[in-house]
């Protein structure tokens, strides 16, 4: 009698893991339907709001532009000249420990 208890048990125990593990896998799979769903819908609404863009950005002409060829104008663009970037103090050999320092001489450390 006490060996049939402890059988009970063990497969009481087994048949609860499976039902638990079948309820997991279940609202798992369920969150990864939703969110496929919803990555799928939110670039159709991207799309959808891109090719609206373009459509409403559309600039139509007016019929006397048409008829009418513009004269193309001739510009003259002066370029300013580039000036070089000013010396800096600083030694071609600059060390960091020294500036580091310095730094803590003036911050009062």
Not at 9 to 26: K, P, R, Y
Not at 67 to 83: F, G, I, Y
Request: charged share 25%; net charge positive.
């Amino acid at each position: 009698m006490n060996w049939l208890k402890v059988g009970a048990i063990v497969v009481g125990g087994i048949i609860v893991f499976f039902v638990l593990d079948t309820a997991v896998h279940m609202l798992l799979s369920l969150l990864g339907a939703i969110l496929f769903v919803a990555v799928i819908a939110g670039g159709g609404y991207v799309a959808f709001k891109i090719v609206g863009a373009r459509r409403r950005r559309q600039v139509r002409r007016r019929p006397e532009e048409d008829e009418a060829p513009r004269e193309l104008e001739q510009r003259s663009t002066v370029v300013p000249p580039v000036s070089s970037p000013p010396a800096t103090s600083q030694p071609a050999h600059y060390d960091v420990d020294d500036e580091l320092a310095r730094l803590k001489r003036e911050m009062g450390r």
